[in-house]
């Protein structure tokens, strides 16, 4: 089917209207889902103010969230780096909830809203609706209630318990937040819509089995001592999510304080696709604006001076600064995702002998759109770089590995642009963004519940990185304030089993207060 020619340009100035707006909307979402066929859930688009936007920032991007003290600090900060020229804020924010919610900048230009539409309302919202790793871990449908529920109770505790009891709670779970994920699939996502509603049924079944007389029940003698492994056994030991086994086995925590928990690590659950797809997710948005604005122009729907707007803006977005140029903070992930996935693009549509030799399978294939599709459904960071990443975008990007001992005064090249080489920066690369080795491995192995309750941990040690002492200490004073009790982390080498340090902590006295 031959593609529409504009009869004339959809704007010819920056400024805009919602009538525009939807011009703008109708215009992209035939290019978006007729032409490159993507699969989105259905757009809720907003307009907000440059203050709206600071506020979505300071609540980590959620159109509704419960309070805490930390949120406003958060607004604090980012609005004086905004106001001193020091920070830009995102042209747009997108949230991954059926409907999709899109956020636009009320300051952008009509070239801006246009590319955002783009970007957000058709790439991101495809790649949330279609990756594998959204799919098992994220519910999408019911995230808006359960954000609802949360915000519901955490205030209701606040009411009832006091808004000093209620944060402490907070401060401690959101210490722990990282710690409080599964990161093994579920058979299916959890639906969250069910689990605001099983709390109810939780406290009606907590109040129907109440007796005020087991309070006075005196504390009989310790209870015979259960075999180690038998005791681990009936734990589920060992736990990396920290937040779940509190939740599940602490001595001391109330009911109320067991639901805050599960409300954290659910709210955690929900994002740890994103800390896993960064750079495909972004490249995935990029890549796609950038598809849907050259459409755009080539047809006549938006004018030349428009194009040039965006061009300047999707260079600065997609800009690489070089490990010598003294920017150099790591990969740009909008830089990594737009540049492999344009680079599948060549390969599917003009691929050299060295390109059939690297990927058969998608070499010459004529249609670079699907082939990325199939490549966004099923391939988290790791994969897509140790699967795509080329030699000819090795070569371009003068890419090399170096070795750098801690105990070695000098570096080592140790790959370059041969065969092998190519394999070996590829792989070093994929293990960036391996996120088994971007967050330490921490498990609660053991606990007497019978003894003297100290909580028992084990950090496995990669590559000799140890946890920073003061950190982990915090955190650790965090953990033993919501178990109660004493708390030991055992920091080991995984490969060796040598132990290489040890952390111990106990509760503040004062913290259940």
């Known amino acids: 089917m031959k593609a529409a020619i504009a009869p004339e340009p959809l704007f010819t100035g920056s400024d805009w209207d919602f009538t525009l707006i939807n011009r703008i909307y109708d215009t992209v979402e035939p290019i978006a889902l007729q032409e490159m066929k993507l699969d989105i859930y259905p757009n809720q688009i907003e307009v907000i103010s440059a203050e709206q936007m600071l506020d979505a920032y300071s609540s980590i991007g959620m159109p509704l969230f419960y309070k805490h003290w930390s949120f406003g600090k958060q607004f604090v900060t980012n609005e004086m780096l905004y106001r001193k020229g020091l920070r830009g804020l995102a042209y747009e924010l997108v949230i991954n909830s059926n409907p999709c919610i899109n956020y636009l900048m009320q300051e952008n230009s009509a070239t801006m809203q246009t590319l955002v539409i783009a970007h957000a309302a058709f790439g991101h919202n495809h790649f949330f609706k279609n990756n594998y790793v959204f799919r098992q871990w994220t519910d999408a449908d019911g995230i808006l209630d359960y954000l609802e529920f949360a915000k519901r109770y955490i205030a209701s505790c606040e009411e009832r318990y006091g808004q000093l009891a209620v944060e402490r709670v907070l401060d401690a779970a959101h210490a722990l937040m990282n710690q409080g994920v599964h990161r093994y699939p579920r058979v299916r996502p959890r639906d969250l ?40 056994a009936a734990l589920g030991l060992p736990q990396e999510n920290i937040l ?41 948005a990029t890549y796609t604006h950038y598809r849907i604005m050259t459409a755009l122009h080539d047809r006549g729907w938006i004018t030349d001076g428009a194009f040039m707007e965006f061009l300047q803006s999707h260079t600065n977005v997609v800009y690489q600064p070089t490990y010598d140029s003294g920017q150099f903070g790591g990969f740009n992930p909008y830089a990594l995702g737009f540049g492999i996935m344009s680079d599948v693009e060549r390969i599917c549509i003009d691929p050299t002998q060295e390109d059939r030799e ?15 599709k199939d490549i966004w459904a099923n391939y988290r960071d790791e994969s897509f770089v140790s699967q795509f990443l080329s030699p000819h975008l090795i070569r371009q990007w003068r890419l090399f590995k170096i070795l750098d001992h801690e105990g070695e005064a000098e570096v080592r090249v140790d790959a370059i642009h041969d065969e092998r080489g190519y394999r070996r920066i590829r792989r070093a690369l994929a293990r ?42 915090l955190v650790l004073q965090s953990l033993a304030n919501l178990w109660g009790y004493e708390v030991a982390l055992s920091e080991v080498d995984a490969e060796t089993r040598k132990e290489l340090k040890s952390h111990r902590c106990n509760p503040q006295d004062d913290w259940m207060r």
């Open 358 to 372: 690297w990927f058969g399978d998608i070499a010459g294939s004529g249609d670079p759109v699907e082939v990325l």
């Open 193 to 232: 819509k069910a689990e605001a509603a099983r709390e109810a049924e939780r406290q009606a079944y907590r109040d129907r089995i109440y007796d005020d007389l087991w309070r006075t029940v005196p504390v009989g003698t310790r209870a015979d001592t259960v075999p180690a492994g038998q005791r681990r």
């Open 432 to 473: 960036e963004y391996d996120i088994a080795r971007q967050e330490p491995d921490i498990q609660v192995v053991d606990v007497d519940l019978a003894g003297d309750r100290t909580l028992m941990l084990e950090h496995a040690v990669n590559d000799g990185v140890v946890l920073d002492s003061s950190d982990a200490l």
């Open 244 to 284: 779940y086994f509190l939740e599940k086995t602490g001595p001391r925590l109330e009911s109320w304080q067991r639901e805050v928990l599960r409300i954290v690590r659910l709210i955690a659950q929900y994002f740890y696709p994103q800390r896993q797809t960064k750079a495909m997710n972004e490249g995935a």
